[in-house]
């Protein structure tokens, strides 16, 4: 990953354009969709959890399903709110539409190319906006491409070049990090450590 998504970073594109769940854990998030949405987006989830690194995990944030680096590894969280563990990637249920969010594919970059180029040779249209793919059905997904591009990026390199690029933004002026704020609860439900991410792969690959 040459270069992270940098106006998602700084600006929080990510958390600003999901529409927001009030589900506690990704369980009752996905009991409570329609049974057609409920497959796909679960199916999708499925892959991403086959190929998530270890130090990545799923949980609720900002109201969908989020991949993300947890304060156990990365303690400083999400610079728009220090609160947050660092988003890597989403699933969610909008109103027209369901879509995947990556942060690693958005932005001029040799992985967005690489994205879209993969993409392209599935034959499957790309509906792409800042930093989501959209989708309205299962078959329109290039689940393969998907969890390429979550596997080929580690909550290390991940990292790495997030603080690349806060580094660069000081540089240049840009809005300096929130100040952390003292949690009086946790911001966001767990519902798979790294522990138990390894204990899905590991129970899927049985079935």
């Not at 369901?98 to 509906?127: C, H, I, P, Q």
């Amino acid at each position: 990953m040459r270069r992270p998504p940098v106006a998602a970073i700084e600006t929080g594109v990510y958390s600003s354009h999901i529409m927001q769940s009030k589900a506690t854990t990704v369980q009752q998030y996905l009991s409570e969709l329609p049974a057609d949405r409920r497959a796909a987006i679960q199916a999708v989830r499925d892959v991403i959890l086959d190929n998530l690194d270890d130090d990545f995990e799923e949980g609720m944030q900002y109201g969908s399903i989020g991949y993300y680096v947890p304060h156990r590894v990365f303690p400083a969280g999400y610079h728009c709110d220090p609160s947050q563990p660092l988003p890597f990637a989403g699933l969610a249920s909008q109103k027209n539409h369901m879509a995947v969010y990556l942060m690693s594919v958005y932005g001029e970059n040799s992985d967005e190319n690489w994205f879209r180029t993969a993409w392209a040779k599935t034959g499957k249209k790309l509906d792409m906006g800042k930093c989501c793919v959209r989708f309205k059905k299962l078959e329109d997904v290039a689940l393969d491409v998907i969890g390429e591009a979550i596997r080929r990026v580690t909550a290390k390199t991940y990292i790495e070049h997030y603080e690349s690029v806060l580094r660069g933004s000081a540089k240049t002026g840009a809005p300096k990090r929130a100040a952390p704020k003292k949690a009086t609860s946790r911001s966001v439900k767990t519902v798979k450590s790294s522990k138990s991410v390894k204990k899905s792969k590991a129970a899927r690959k049985k079935s």
